[in-house]
Structures are given as C-alpha cells and as structure tokens.
C-alpha cells in the first residue's frame, strides 16, 4: 500500500497545525502496515487512536480559528464534525471486518479522509491566516 507524506503543499506554516498533520499522517502510515500484516489486533488499537487525534485535532483547529476570527471558522467546524461522523464509521466497519480487502477498501476511505481536511479544507484559511499576518508565506 502507498505510504501518505507530508508534501510541503500540505504545510499550512502554523507549528501546532502541522504537528498535528505530521502525526496523523504518521499514525495512517502505521495503521497501513498492520493491515499488511494481518494484525487486527493492533490496527484496531491504532484505528482508536487515529478517531481520537483526529477529534483533538480538530477541536485544536477550531480554537485558533475562532481565536483569529476567521469568517469561515462555523462552516469549517461542521465540515470537521462531518469527517469525524465518516471516521466513526469507518472505524466501525474496520472493528467488524476480518476481510482484509474490504479492511483495506475501508481504510483508504479514512485515509482519504484525512487528505480531504489537510489538503482540501485547511487551504481555505490558509491564505486568512497569511493575510492575518498568523502565518509566514512560503516560496
Ligand atoms: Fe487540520
Ligand atoms: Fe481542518
């Protein structure tokens, strides 16, 4: 299975954001070589803990988006509130599988999501936060 990495695209140039990105890219890199190696067990485990950094994640994200005032800061907490009710689920339907194909299919759905608020739905207070003067731009 292809490993995700942090691409400098992804950065957003706020340290605690980033950190957070960096960890659960890192534990999504984990969870893919228990599934490669048949340990449910252990993917399990780590399935819980991704749910629970994403949550902490989030709750961070929306802190400093509410701090900054960004004007988008209500319509991205639903948008985070949504990828966590398709964690969730995800990780249900993991705990319940033994089939490794759909395990795997289930797991590139959170996989997916994860790109989906690093990649897609921080970008839109990236560029407030440069404005804002919160962040440096980068090249
Ligand atoms: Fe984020
Ligand atoms: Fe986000």
């Not at 802190?63 to 639903?78: M, W």
């Not at 599988?97 to 921080?122: S, T, Y």
């Amino acid at each position: 299975m292809k490993k995700l990495e942090m691409l400098p695209s992804w950065r957003i140039g706020h340290p605690v954001i980033d950190a957070d990105h960096g960890k659960l890219i890192a534990i999504t890199n984990d969870i893919f070589d228990t599934i490669e190696d048949l340990d449910f067990e252990l993917c399990e485990e780590l399935l819980k803990s991704f749910v629970e950094l994403a949550r902490d994640h989030f709750r961070r994200e929306e802190r400093i988006l509410i701090e900054i005032k960004f004007p988008g800061a209500q319509t991205h907490i639903q948008y985070h509130q949504g990828l966590l009710e398709k964690a969730e689920e995800t990780r249900k339907l993991c705990t319940e599988m033994a089939d490794r194909q759909r395990l795997i299919e289930c797991f590139r759905e959170l996989a997916g999501f994860l790109v989906d608020d690093v990649v897609k739905g921080d970008m839109s207070f990236k560029s407030f936060m440069i404005e804002a003067g919160i962040i440096e731009p980068r090249d």
